[in-house]
Nanobody, 114 residues
């Protein structure tokens, strides 16, 4: 089992920035992929960014050049979000896994509004 706890969400004005963190605990030695997804009201959950052990990060087209995913090579993944837009408003979920297991955090709300 893997437990994921997100933090760092909040209310920010358009053009602002936030940094999300996700700490993994439990059986983390097997994790080979960590990432962030988001779900806006009335929409399906979508991939934001993912990072794989030994690989390059991948981003949704909508966040390329604005968001950066990184990790500390141990148990934490970050999402630096710059130049935030109102359409970035959503609940952001941390995701971690190793085939065939996938784990989710409880989510953290990000609201971009003036």
């Amino acid at each position: 089992q893997v437990q994921l706890v997100e933090s760092g969400g909040g209310l920010v004005q358009p053009g602002g920035y936030l940094r999300l963190s996700c700490v993994a605990s439990g059986s983390i030695f097997s994790i080979n992929t960590m990432g962030w997804y988001r779900q806006a009201p009335g929409k399906e959950r979508e991939l934001v960014a993912v990072i794989t052990r030994g690989g390059s990060p991948n981003y949704a087209d909508s966040v390329k050049g604005r968001f950066t995913i990184s990790d500390n090579a141990k148990n934490t993944v970050y999402l630096q979000m710059n130049s935030l837009k109102p359409e970035d408003t959503a609940v952001y979920y941390c995701n971690a896994g190793y085939y065939p297991y996938v784990y989710w955090g409880q989510g953290t709300q990000v609201t971009v509004s003036s």
